[in-house]
């Protein structure tokens, strides 16, 4: 006779969702779903900021101060912050420009696939959805992160 099935021996084990997020309301909402699939494994999130074309470059030719963008990263952070509260989830966040002027592979979606690989991300939230603002930087690497992750996303 074989052994039943239990649903909590098919669980995949999860230790750290990765969830990219560019100041867009849809990125919040990714992690919200970041949070839940976290406190049910028992798994830390960490959130990347991912700055795009537009940021990089007014950063690069002084059109905006750095500091300016950092603080807009941080109000973005807080939001997250606020998502995590109360889910007993340990968060950390970091920095990555999805852009570069001078290397010709970095683009949103390599940029968090790398993240992914440096953290040891076991699974991935990434927003779908086009945001109200031109030129948001996680819908155009939607695609390129469900085509070639290694682990498990949820696109959302």
């Known amino acids: 006779m074989s052994e039943p099935f239990r649903p909590e021996a098919a669980l995949p084990e999860i230790e750290t969702v990765l969830a990219p997020v560019d100041g867009s309301d849809e ?10 699939i976290a406190a049910e ?10 700055l795009g074309e537009t940021a990089t470059r007014a950063i690069e030719t002084g059109a905006v101060d750095a500091a300016d963008v950092a603080a ?3 109000a973005h952070v807080e939001a997250i912050e606020d998502a995590v509260a109360g889910s007993g989830v340990p968060v950390s966040h970091s920095v990555a420009y999805g852009f570069s002027t001078t290397r010709k592979l970095v683009h949103p979606g390599t940029v968090i696939l790398d ?5 040891d991300a076991d699974f991935l939230v990434i927003p779908r959805e086009p945001g109200p603002h031109a030129g948001d930087v996680l819908e155009k690497a939607a695609e390129y992160v469900l085509l070639y992750a290694s682990q498990p996303v949820l696109s959302v």
Request: charged content about 15%; proline content about 0%; glycine content about 8%.
């Open 41 to 50: 494994y028992g798994a830390t999130l960490h959130a990347i900021y991912v």
């Open 72 to 74: 807009e990263g941080e």
């Open 115 to 119: 993240a992914a690989d440096q953290i």
């Open 27 to 36: 990125s919040v909402t990714a992690v919200e779903y970041a949070v839940a």
